[in-house]
Structures are given as structure tokens and as C-alpha cells.
């Protein structure tokens, strides 16, 4: 009788425990980095909407939708890690499209490069400089989409890998196409 009383009170946290495991990470796939000053406008396809994972289901609200990036050997992609995660960003669906058949969804982030500074963890954006600084030791950012789950689970995609070369440009060069008019609309 006791062993059935346990059972009854995991069983929920079972349930919750279970909401990542019923489908693969998605999938994601670089299509574009606009490197105008901040943020940087990061575009890639999906093969499923990340932002209808969970809809609908039962105890299952998303408390967040964020692609994270980190620049560690080992990177980590849990809430507890963002302090060591240097660029993050709201996820956005622009499209989708069928392509061989297949929904394919392409999603757009602001992505804000920042440092922690003080010890009460407070965030600072960093200028094209400091971006350019610290991404210079390295020649790609491994980033994923995070999905925050009610109760603190945590649903990610694959790894994407973004060459550091697509987000250095220096503020005078920055400066230089925006008085030329070079930078597109989206990029303005």
C-alpha cells in the first residue's frame, strides 16, 4: 500500500518529466546572418515549428522560446548556464515552406551578445568591439533553440553552428554602410 501511495505522488512529475522525450530535437539549419550593429539578425530553418512544441498540452505551458549560444568546449544550454552563455535571443517564425515534400519553417532571432557584470549578475549589451574581442580566439558559436517547459523542463534542438566570421564587423565599418546607405531594410 505504501509503494502505490509513492507512485501516485511521482506520477505527475512522471507525466511532466515525460514532455521532450516524445519527439526528436528539431533540427536546425543556418540561412543567414545580418551583422548590423546590435542585435544580430540570425535567420535558419527548422523541421518543426519550435514554437507550437507543447501547445495543447496538459500541464505543458512554455514559459520560454530562446536560441542560446555559447562559446564553451563543453557548451551547456540549461537556465542554470546562462551566465556563461554570451548571446541569446527571442525565437520568431517569418515562413514556411514545403520543400521534397516536408514542412520546413524558417525562424529569425534577435541575438544580443552581452557580459555579466558585478556579482549580482547583471547584464550588459556588449558594443560591436567587445563582440568582435571575444569571438576573435574562436572560429564558430554553438548555438540551440531552448524551449522552457512549466515546472522547469527543458527541450532543445540540435547544435548549430555559426562561423564567428558572420558577426564581426567592426562599429566604423558598421557606420561606414549605414552612411552609404548600403544596409538593407531589414538590416537598418
Known sequence: MKNIYHLIRLLPTLLL???????????????????????????????????????????????????????????????????RSPARGLVELVGERVDGGKKVFRFKTRLLFDKVIGPGQMHSIMSNDEVNALLAPHSRIACKVRVLVFLGHVCLSEMLYIPTSLFKLSSDESSQRRQAGSLAPGER
Open 17 to 83: 518529466a515525460a514532455g521532450c522525450d516524445s519527439h526528436p530535437p528539431p533540427r536546425l539549419q543556418l540561412v543567414d546572418v545580418v551583422n548590423a550593429p546590435h542585435p544580430y539578425e540570425v535567420y535558419f530553418d527548422a523541421d518543426v515549428n519550435v514554437l507550437e512544441l507543447h501547445e495543447g498540452k496538459r500541464y505543458q505551458s512554455v514559459t520560454s522560446r530562446m536560441f542560446v549560444c555559447s562559446l564553451e568546449k563543453e557548451p551547456a544550454f540549461e537556465p542554470e548556464s546562462d551566465s
